[in-house]
């Protein structure tokens, strides 16, 4: 099926055309120069960026892939959760294009669409699987036990900022600009991860949590101290510890669901850091790692095609009575207890993989 994925949750302005895991056309226009005067996104200039953008970003898409509108079979369009403003503005959008070239449409929700991002680089869906899923908005370990959205269920997530947020948030302290994460990562290759300390992450015992304000704050009680540390010294430990956090919550997760699939998925999932970390765990405790390249893990519209073919093929439909879902908690996903799957414990590997 030819899909059309249409994305306006946040900041970036993207549609593509995707074909059997193929993205045969896609445009990405994105407002990081709009709102990085405000240090972060100003909601209501992301509406007015989305509305002036949307139609170009359709047409080059389509142009792309060598395809008129007619030529599609169905569209797929984020539905939340994102900004209100914004999410309007690619839901108009896709059913009046829908409804004109009566095509299916089928609402997408934007943290699948970054978990299906894998689907475009290599993973071929089989399940159950889990997905780490880190952005600017979200971060959260899900367990995926079948291609319907609604067999997505919540491992553990953060109690406070999203790893994006924190590194948004240190960036701005350290005067770097937004998006903070890619500004951290460059400045921290200069750095030393161990330059300074910053204090241990709380954990709530048996829960795959996560929790990034104390290092943000402690990151900032550094750099207004008396003495404080050089910036690409509070970026490579800032950053190191994020890593840490992320990866240690992952490889619990594993251990306790017997799950031994890992999708990661989201902005942060850009990060080189985190990536050669990640592959470093999976390589010692046995687990397979999917990463979709960089280009794939921010937002883009070939990741809500890919989640809206999924979506649609396990009986989803929508019409122009299709509304947005700002928030995650309007999905209805359920919280999963820890140890599903039940072999805690017993999985540790020997041989080639051995820990
Ligand atoms: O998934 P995404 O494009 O948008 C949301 O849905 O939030 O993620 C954006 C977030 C921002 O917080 C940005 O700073 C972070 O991803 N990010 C990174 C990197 N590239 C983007 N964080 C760390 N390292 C990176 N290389
Ligand atoms: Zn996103």
Known sequence: MRVLGIETSCDETSAAVVEDGRILGLGIVSQADVHRAYGGVVPELASRQHLAAIAPVVSEALEGAGMRAADLDLVAVTRGPGLVGALLVGLSFAKALAWRQR?????????????????????????????????????????????????????????????????????????????GGPAIEHLAREGDPEAVRLPVVARLRDSLDMSFSGLKTAAYDLVHSARPPAPADLAAVFQARVVA?????????????????????????????????????????????????????????AMVAQAGLAAFAAGERADGSLEPLPSIEAFGWKEAPVAQGGRAGSRRRSGPHGA
């Open 245 to 301: 956090e992320l990866v240690s919550r992952v490889r619990a997760a594993v251990e306790r669901s017997g799950v031994r699939t890992v999708l990661v998925a989201g902005g942060v999932a850009a990060n080189g850091a985190l990536r050669t970390a990640l592959a470093e765990a999976a390589r010692r405790d046995g687990f397979t790692l999917h990463v979709p390249p960089p280009a794939l893990c921010t937002d883009n519209g």
């Open 103 to 179: 095509l299916p449409l089928v609402g997408v929700n934007h943290l699948l669409g970054h978990v299906w991002a894998n689907a475009l680089s290599g993973w071929t869906p089989a399940f159950p699987v889990l997905a780490l899923l880190v952005s600017g908005g979200h971060t959260d370990l899900l367990r995926l036990d079948g291609p319907a959205p609604a067999q997505t269920r919540i491992l553990g997530r953060t109690r406070d900022d999203a790893a994006g947020e924190a590194f948004d948030k240190v960036a701005r302290m350290l005067g770097l600009g937004y998006p």
